[in-house]
């Protein structure tokens, strides 16, 4: 009787291994850490990698798929978006962007995030298979002069999960903070849209002064909470704002600094020495002589939008394309995102436009898998295949960068997702009329 139990339980085990187990073989790996694999094997037990070869074999009832004239990589990371955070921009309902306040560390992009959201579906089609998801809004003008400074934590999140608990990756991720910069020279009705102080260039440089004093004296009430709370004194009240702090200063979380202009980047670096935290460099639009600083400090940049017009009025028309490529020349570590919602899906195409412009095409690989995780905390979990990574993988008939390439299959945690989309299904209805 015993051994009939001892039976019955192994058995029970190895069929839940075999229905949690998927071999996907005769296909192209592309590992990203190390060299393509001709004609291997890859096979997922309970949602993580378990072995990589060209010789694999699976239990009895496990999935087996054929990918013989395939490719396989890991999913793509969109490393800035407000997927999950915002539906439909003209109905303020549907948007969780841009809350009241000057410091709001304390928010959690992830509590926010609708799994529901059309956006995740659309974004999945073009093999992403994770986001950064950012509390601030990624429109440009609204980083100036006025509004929040520190909008909240960014959340990494899978695009496949019933409730946002199932679909975080990594919570609080990074602090966003949208830092100061004089922008003088803008027609009134700009600066009003974009809410950048008015006057003269000395009013707008000490208004820009007095914002980098109150987000030192922030991060300096912030040091003096943690010694309150470690002191432990009868008179201690915690406080969420500053609780939210503490991973910041004690350089556990990193700062993700929207910087694009060249002083902006070299104030930021400034400030991080003073403050002595980490920061990550988002969506510069020029390099200029910040290079070597950043190499030297070891500050990745998340580099924003490659398809658009170049910053200043004469600058080359291909500035925007050359410029991934003059930071992987500079020895910084670099990663893509779109700093948006409805474009979130079109970042390998970002990346694709700056190959075309000097990026090596390893590199942009890399940029949109591997240094994403490594900059956002997560390299152990994600963006490369590797055993015991989850498996995050989209099996394609080409270079997930160009735009002909389709998406076979995608896993997510193992587990195979729909590529159906609005997209796909509007294109069925009308293709049936």
């Not at 001709?38 to 699976?58: E, T």
């Not at 799994?115 to 429109?139: C, D, F, Q």
């Not at 997510?412 to 009308?430: N, Q």
Request: aromatic share 6%.
């Amino acid at each position: 009787m015993r051994s009939a139990i001892v039976f019955l339980v192994c058995a029970l085990g190895m069929s839940a291994a075999a229905a949690d187990s998927v071999l996907i073989r005769n296909v192209t790996v592309h590992p990203i850490t190390v060299p393509e694999i001709q004609n291997a094997a890859v096979l997922v037990i309970d949602g993580k990698i378990a072995d990589i070869g060209p010789h694999l074999s699976a239990h009895q009832g496990a999935h087996v798929i054929d990918g013989r004239g395939l490719h396989l990589y890991p999913g793509l990371i969109n490393a800035a978006t407000n997927v999950g955070l915002a539906e439909i921009g003209a109905l303020r309902d549907t948007v969780d962007l841009d809350e009241i306040g000057t410091f709001n560390p304390e928010l959690r992009a992830e509590i926010a995030f609708n799994p529901s959201s059309e956006h995740v579906e659309v974004t999945r089609a073009s093999g992403i298979t994770s986001v950064i998801t950012l509390p601030g809004s990624g429109a440009r003008g609204e980083r100036s002069g006025g509004g929040s400074i520190i909008t909240g934590q960014g959340a990494l999140m899978h695009l496949d999960g019933w409730t946002w608990e199932e679909m975080a990756v990594k919570r609080g991720a990074v602090l966003e903070m949208v830092f100061p910069q004089v922008q003088s020279g803008l027609p009134r009705q700009l600066a009003a849209l974009t809410d950048t102080p008015q006057g003269s260039f000395e009013e707008q440089e000490k208004q820009y002064k007095e914002r980098l004093q109150r987000i030192s004296d922030f991060f300096e009430e912030a040091r003096k909470y943690r010694q309150a709370k470690q002191a432990g004194g009868a008179d201690f009240r915690p406080d969420l704002r500053l609780e939210a702090m503490l991973p910041v200063i004690d350089g556990k979380q990193p700062i993700f600094v929207r910087a694009e202009r060249e002083r902006m980047i070299k104030d930021a670096i400034a400030f991080a020495d003073k403050e002595k935290v980490k920061i990550i460099i988002a969506d510069p639009r020029e390099i200029g002589s910040v290079g070597p600083m950043l190499k030297q400090r070891h500050i990745p940049v998340v580099l924003g939008k490659t398809l658009e017009l170049p910053l200043h009025e004469d600058d080359a028309y291909d500035a925007p394309y050359t410029l991934p490529a003059e930071f992987f020349k500079a020895g910084v570590k670099i990663c893509f995102g779109t700093f948006d919602v409805e474009f979130a899906r079109n970042v390998p195409f970002e990346a694709a436009q700056a190959v075309a412009f000097g990026l090596p095409h390893d590199e942009a690989l890399k940029a949109l898998t591997i240094n994403s995780a490594e900059i956002m905390g997560a390299g152990e979990l994600l963006g490369s295949i590797e055993k015991g990574k989850w498996a995050d993988l989209i099996l394609t008939d080409g270079d997930p960068m160009e735009a002909k390439t389709n998406i076979k299959q995608m896993f997510i945690a193992g587990r195979e997702v729909s590529l159906e989309s609005r997209h796909t299904r509007e294109y069925e209805k009308w293709m049936k009329r």
